[in-house]
Structure formats: structure tokens, C-alpha cells
């Protein structure tokens, strides 16, 4: 199993930025798909972004446009790139395999309105 911990989390207002990084505790090289995926308050988690080993990507309706999912092997890295950021953006983010393994700490997002 690999670990991944996440990070970039934090406060923004509206409109506003963030880049979430996941580390892997191995290569990621040989993993097909590695996911991004929230928990919101009172909500189910759910998938929003996914990337394969060949660098396809897919994503959940409400963050197209807005979200960039990534891969950097070399740094056995994950990132989201969230652009355009709305308060009903806020929850905790987690980055993980597919089919999901152990799940990590995650990293809050606050967005303000």
C-alpha cells in the first residue's frame, strides 16, 4: 500500500487560489489513477478529479474550469490547482489510489464569501 499525505490547505475569500499537494510515500509512477477527492460538512466524500498514468483527467461537473488535477512522478507528487474558488468549495480534501486505500489526514479549504 502506498501512504499519501496531503497539504496546501487554508483560508481564501471567494475567487481566490489554492494548489493542493499529495506526497506519496513511494513512486507513484506505476499507480494507473491517483484521485482527489472532498468531504464537505454533513456531506458523503465524493470523487472530483481523477488522473491516470497517462495523464488522462477527469472531473466532477462542478469543478470543471476551475480545478486542475496533475502528476508529478518524478517528485511522486498529486496536485490540484483550484482556480475560481467558492465557499461551496469548503471541505477537507483527500488525495488517494483507485480503488481507494488507506485514506490520510487530508488538508481543510476554507473559502469565505
Known amino acids: 500500500q502506498v501512504q499519501l499525505v496531503e497539504s496546501g490547505g487554508g483560508l481564501v475569500q471567494a475567487g481566490g487560489s489554492l494548489r493542493l499537494s499529495c506526497v506519496a510515500s513511494?513512486?507513484?509512477?506505476?499507480?494507473?489513477?491517483l484521485v482527489w477527492y472532498r468531504k464537505a460538512p454533513g456531506k458523503s466524500r465524493e470523487w472530483i478529479a481523477s488522473?491516470?498514468?497517462?495523464?488522462?483527467?477527469n472531473y466532477i461537473e462542478s469543478v470543471k474550469g476551475r480545478f486542475t488535477i496533475s502528476r508529478d512522478n518524478a517528485k511522486e507528487t498529486v496536485y490540484l490547482q483550484m482556480n475560481t474558488l467558492k465557499p461551496e468549495d469548503t471541505a477537507v480534501y483527500y488525495c488517494?489510489?483507485?480503488?481507494?486505500?488507506?485514506w490520510g489526514q487530508g488538508t481543510q479549504v476554507t473559502v469565505s464569501s
Open positions: 488517494n489510489v483507485w480503488p481507494p486505500q488507506v
Open positions: 513511494r513512486s507513484i509512477a506505476s499507480i494507473p489513477t
Open positions: 488522473i491516470t498514468d497517462g495523464g488522462k483527467t
